[in-house]
């Protein structure tokens, strides 16, 4: 069956550090990838996309993510943390009609 | 700008009753889709559609049905709830017919007591 996996559960990153969340999403034909971000209490926000093209991909609020087929990874990159980045972040790849979604990792920002 | 509009936002059930959770969509979006949200599971796709009179089933579709008579709207009914259908429930949205960029909904928080 098709899956993601985010293997950090949480993870605590200082104010100014750089960031890094993995995914990876099951082997077979390359999905579309996505990184979705949700603050308490709300819906989910489109961070980035890739659907095809450069594996280098920016989103909003300074995140970007590299695609990388040899490893079935799609992880997320911000270069300087801010304390509203504290959220949490989903990985998505669409599957056909459906899109499947990581279980989530928590940012915590400590100032 | 609506967006994706869901009610209700709270909702408290004893075992056994019936509900139904609405979503309606205001961007003429081809794609629908219900997903539920545990702690520590992520978002599981509970059913989907993919326009008018087209539905179907995603990965935990058991004991919940949809239908879509309408582009708007995509309404998910729990026919006899249970304690483990206690969830925080979204609703997406897509242009595509297939999931592209999801706009989702703020949520209905469901508690079965």
């Known amino acids: 069956a098709q899956s993601v996996t985010q293997p950090d559960i949480h993870i605590t990153v200082s104010e100014g550090a750089s960031l890094e969340l993995r995914c990876n999403y099951s082997?077979?034909?390359?999905?579309?990838l996505f990184w979705y971000v949700q603050s308490p209490g709300q819906g989910l926000q489109l961070l980035l996309k890739?659907?095809?093209?450069?594996?280098l991909v920016q989103g909003i609020k300074g995140f970007e993510a590299e695609f990388k087929r040899s490893q079935s990874s799609f992880n997320l990159r911000k270069p300087s943390v801010h304390w509203s980045d504290a959220a949490e972040y989903f990985c998505?790849?669409?599957?056909?009609?459906?899109?499947?979604f990581g279980a989530g990792t928590i940012l915590r920002v400590k100032s | 700008n609506a967006g994706v509009t869901q009610t209700p936002k709270f909702q408290v059930l004893k075992t056994g009753q019936s509900m139904t959770l609405q979503c309606a969509q205001d961007m003429n979006h081809e794609y629908m889709s219900w997903y539920r949200q545990d702690p520590g599971m992520g978002l599981r796709l509970i059913h989907y559609s993919v326009g008018a009179g087209i539905t179907d089933q995603g990965e935990v579709p058991n004991g919940y049905n949809v239908s879509r008579s309408t582009t708007e709207d995509f309404p998910l009914r729990l026919l006899s709830a249970a304690p483990s259908q206690t969830s925080v429930y979204f609703c997406a949205s897509s242009y595509v017919a297939g999931p592209g960029e999801l706009f989702f909904g703020e949520g209905s928080r469901l508690t079965v007591l």
């Open positions: 890739y659907f095809s093209g450069d594996t």
């Open positions: 998505a790849a669409s599957y056909g009609n459906k899109l499947v």
């Open positions: 082997y077979g034909a390359t999905p579309y």
